[in-house]
């Protein structure tokens, strides 16, 4: 751990080598260790059982294959939905004054702290042919619950709050004069919208995006009640994950987990470059 | 998560925006802090103590090691692990076990019992929930079990038939009031106007039955290996939801009103009707013979010292009293003697096979679960049509 400090900072000041070997930077050290990197290395260390050609057969069977599609597909989905809608919400919050603005601001973080399976079943019940909702989709051959649909809705659901939270820091910031400077020197509102309030929010977008986009590669507990959970019809790979755990497969499971791991990792990282680039004017 | 966030935004700003339970708690806290702080961290202590209490579903506290089995100790602990249904029949003959082994031996027994999927159950004892026994919904768990180390091999031969079974149950089809489709047997699982639910047989030890049932409807009767394999296809193309687990299925299939019929255990469907929810259902005559085995945890009794209780207990299960209790829940007695008395509650089924006559779960697992096994097949089948 001393060592590594070192590094951080070889400097020939001596003081600030002491600063970083501080007392809170060993917590969230060892914090990090145990909490995030052990368990992702337990991940590793199973899958490395497995040689190249198996992993690579495990990872590649055809139901293996249409799960990644799905849960990718619909993932990306959710996310674009979000981040419409979200920014949509962040703005109408951020900028309108109505009754129950307190309120709809309070329930936008609800999702984070219902337990999914509750929302899974609620949503299953509200968007089956004879639900709430579904009812109204039945009639045209729209199946939403036990469909795709229904899970790409899960997915909008349990992944909500981040692009709001994201956006609506960021809003706030944005001085009214700004836009009012703008009007003023002949822009139009679209132009101002487009050019002036747009730019610094988009990291923002982007950053909740991903983060609704993770969230929704993840979820499990909604989508495997609202989903028929059939292979190459609606099957999540996390559903995948847990069947090949109740199977006793570990090593199927594994690597299945693992392969969302890295396409999520890659997906984060030209994510975080988007980010990068929309900040390029920043000083 | 990728976003390298501006440390002040997380600081309670007034008037700023901040999420839902950051403002509720900062406008406890901005009243009167010691007061308020005191209530907020009693109300943790309590909703910490709810989560525990939520986590008994499938884990139970730890019992304290009874190191200290030297004499015999005036109370013991047993852990008892087993799946959802059985709950009620072990509430009543639990007390009656109490009762006999304090008079055999003056010892007050006290159970620890968990009750959860057969699956998780199976995963819970392996990764370290300290069971003593285990009474789980299929044999190929026990075996998981066996196979973790923690049981001995044999444990088939210590109960009293020598099969290690201490209930057993039947597939039955559960149909919409009126049985408007007409379904009367496992074919009429195949046809094009059907679509019923099942639990998944990747996910739930239970389904694996109702896979063997309508496999067996075919290879038991002198079909091939290919015809079974069309027949279930045929069938599992008419499933419109797999869930995860039985109790899953009875949800989407009641609640959620998917499909016109539901495979489920004769068990289920009599406990359901005590409950005073009578389904209508049909018990084909061709049928799995679905076996719940028991087994004592021989590492874990060993390292806790309730292998003599524990065996006891496993004991007792076969006896009249205990098996009348299963039989009151809906699980078909093993003795001969409760076979009778609840004749009349548990039609005979005129052709009863069983897992060996599949070669056993270890090969049935192999054959027809493994990935790209028989099932894999299946489903990739169905879905190329």
């Known amino acids: 751990m001393t060592s590594a400090s070192v590094e951080i900072r070889p400097s020939n000041r001596p003081k600030n080598v002491l600063q970083k070997v501080s007392i809170p930077w060993i917590v969230v050290f060892t914090h990090m260790f145990v909490i995030l990197l052990l368990p992702l290395a337990a991940l590793l260390l199973r899958a490395i059982v497995l040689n190249p050609a198996q992993f690579w057969a495990l990872a590649t069977t055809p139901i293996a294959l249409s799960t990644y599609n799905i849960t990718f597909g619909t993932a990306i989905v959710a996310a674009i939905v979000n981040m419409l809608m979200g920014t949509l919400t962040a703005w109408v919050l951020v900028r309108y004054e109505f009754p129950g603005k307190r309120f709809l601001d309070g329930i936008v973080d609800l999702p984070f702290a219902l337990p999914t399976a509750v929302a899974g079943v609620t949503l299953a019940t509200v968007y089956n042919q004879s639900g709430w909702l579904g009812q109204f989709f039945a009639p045209f051959g729209i199946q939403i619950a ?17 692009v709001v939270r994201t956006v609506q820091p960021v809003l706030q910031e944005i001085e009214p004069t700004i836009e009012e400077a703008a009007w003023s020197l002949g822009a139009s509102r679209f132009a101002t919208f487009w050019k002036v309030i747009l730019p610094p929010i988009i990291p923002a977008i982007l950053t909740g995006t991903a983060q609704a986009f993770a969230r929704a590669v993840g979820e499990f507990g909604s989508v495997v009640l609202v989903a028929a959970n059939i292979p190459f019809q609606d099957l999540i790979a996390p559903v995948l994950v847990f069947q090949r755990l109740e199977g006793a497969d570990i090593p199927g499971a594994t690597v299945i987990g693992l392969v969302l791991l890295l396409i999520s990792l890659i997906l984060l990282l030209i994510i975080n470059l988007l980010q990068a680039w929309g900040r390029r004017y920043d000083a | 998560m990728t976003s390298p966030r501006n440390p002040k935004s997380l600081e309670a700003q007034p008037g700023g925006q901040r999420s839902f339970l950051a ?23 309590g909703l910490s103590g709810a989560i525990a209490a939520c986590g008994g579903g499938t884990t139970t ?27 009620a029949a072990y509430s009543n003959i639990i007390p009656l076990f109490v009762e006999y082994w304090r008079e055999e031996t003056g010892q007050t027994v006290r159970f620890d019992q968990s009750y959860g999927g057969s699956g998780s159950q199976t995963r ?15 044999p190929a768990d026990t075996i998981q079990i066996q196979e973790a180390g923690l049981i001995e091999p044999g444990w088939e031969a210590e109960t009293p038939n020598g099969d290690g079974i201490v209930t ?17 047997d496992w074919s009429d699982l195949t046809r094009d106007d059907v679509t019923f639910v099942t639990a998944n047989p990747k996910t739930s030890g239970g389904a694996r039955w109702n896979y063997l049932a309508l496999w067996g409807d075919v290879s038991e009767t002198g079909g091939t290996e290919e015809q079974a394999k069309a027949f279930v296809t045929d069938a599992f193309a008419n499933v419109p939801v797999l869930p995860k687990d039985a109790r899953e299925a009875t949800d989407v299939f009641f609640t959620q009103n998917q499909g016109d019929a539901l495979i489920n255990y004769e068990n289920e469907v009599l406990l359901a009707a005590q409950q005073g929810n009578e389904l209508p259902y049909v018990i084909p005559d061709n049928n799995i013979f679905i076996a719940n085995p028991i087994a004592v945890v021989d590492s874990y009794v060993d390292q806790r010292g309730t292998r003599e209780v524990a065996e006891a207990f496993v004991a007792f299960l076969f006896t009249p009293e205990a098996q009348r209790e299963f039989a009151k829940v809906g699980f078909r007695p093993v003795i001969p003697e409760v076979q009778q008395e609840f004749a009349d509650v548990f039609p005979e089924v005129p052709n009863l096979f069983t897992a060996e006559d599949f070669g056993g779960w270890g ?23």
């Open chain 2, 363 to 385: 090969a049935i697992r192999e054959e027809h679960f493994a990935d790209g096994g028989i099932f894999d097949q299946i489903q990739t089948e169905i879905a190329r049509r």
């Open chain 1, 146 to 162: 036990f469909s795709r649909v229904g899970v790409a809705i899960a997915m909008v659901f349990v992944s909500l709050p981040f």
């Open chain 2, 23 to 45: 403002y509720l708690g900062q406008g406890l806290l901005e009243r009167s802090v010691s007061r308020r702080s005191a209530i907020l961290f009693a109300a943790g202590l």
């Open chain 2, 61 to 87: 506290g730890t019992a304290p090691d009874g190191g200290d089995q030297a004499a015999r100790p005036d109370t013991i602990d047993v852990t008892l692990v087993s799946f959802a249904v059985t709950e």
């Open chain 2, 168 to 184: 057993s149950s039947v597939g039955v089809i559960v149909t919409r009031e009126g049985n408007p489709k007409n379904i009367q």
């Open chain 2, 124 to 138: 819970a004892v392996i990764d370290g929930l300290e069971a003593d026994i285990v009474a789980l919904a299929i």
